[in-house]
């Protein structure tokens, strides 16, 4: 029997995508007037992002899936396209508070969310054990991690030392997105329409989708008036100890 996918993508106009994934082979495939995106991953990687758009979907706030399959090998992700677009889409990326606005509702929206059926954690220790597993298996090296965790770790493993050595104590729980970059989240006429690249989310320290979206607005915009103006409509004082340490977490783990 001919799968979803193939019948689809037969006569399809199919795009690469690059924007927004995290090294796994994402199409975009257009075919009458609709929009659909497939995803692909070695062996069982996508196992967890397909539970967790299920479980965001019963939300409104994540794709509806056409199809998910593994052939033995790969793992595929069949999705329709949210409503909408980017949050950094060319119409509005110029205007920054406009961008901030959208970000900040998505945050909103997903510490919100009730956590007790939620069916993942990714908290910090997870993080950690994951962070070691990338290292040792050298799936994360020295020249991946950014330059100035380079500069000033020298090496991933000193990268690692550090975040143990210095371990939150204390996380404040929520539903977290796990990859909130700007790209990852979707708005139509000023209301967040859902999110993308859910293979992270779960339970999870409320700081850490804050720093992921703090390092995006860094690398997007290059001002510190972007991240004073998220906080001040997120109306909390920024941790910057906490923010600094999850970003350099990312350098080993994402």
């Known amino acids: 029997m001919k799968s ?19 090294g ?41 899936i056409v199809e998910f399959k593994f052939d033995g090998e790969y793992s595929y992700l069949f999705t329709e396209k949210l409503s909408g677009d ?26 919100s969310i009730d956590v007790d059926t939620c069916p993942f954690y990714n908290n910090l220790n997870i993080k950690l054990r994951t962070a ?23 090496s991933v493993e000193r990268a690692y030392e550090y975040l143990v050595n210095n371990k939150i104590v204390e996380e404040k729980l929520v539903f977290s997105h796990g990859d909130l970059s700007i790209p990852n989240i979707f708005y139509e006429n000023e209301e967040i329409t859902g999110f993308v690249d859910l293979g992270d989310s779960g339970i999870a320290d409320m700081w850490f989708d804050i ?18 103006y998220l906080f001040k409509l997120l109306g909390i004082e920024p941790k910057y100890d906490i923010i600094d340490y999850y970003i350099i977490l990312t350098d080993v783990f994402l």
Do not use: W
Not at 6 to 22: F, L, P, R, V, Y
Not at 134 to 139: D, F, M, T, V, Y
């Open 24 to 64: 796994d082979s994402v199409k975009e495939i257009v075919k009458n007037d609709k929009t659909y995106y497939l995803k692909k991953a070695k062996g069982n990687k996508l196992d967890k992002e397909y539970y967790m758009f299920n479980y965001l979907s019963e939300l409104h706030l994540a794709p509806k």
């Open 86 to 111: 980017m949050i950094c889409c060319d119409e509005i990326f110029d205007d920054m508070n406009h961008v901030i606005e959208l970000a900040a509702k998505a945050i909103n929206i997903l510490q």
């Open 132 to 154: 070691k597993y990338n290292i040792e298996h050298g799936l994360v090296k020295t020249e991946d991690m950014s330059e100035e965790s380079q500069k000033r770790f020298g």
């Open 211 to 228: 720093a992921i979206l703090v390092k995006s607005l860094r690398k997007n915009y290059e001002t510190d008036e972007a991240e004073k």
């Open 4 to 22: 979803k996918i193939d019948e689809i993508m037969k006569n399809a106009t199919i795009n690469d995508i690059s924007i927004g994934c995290s």
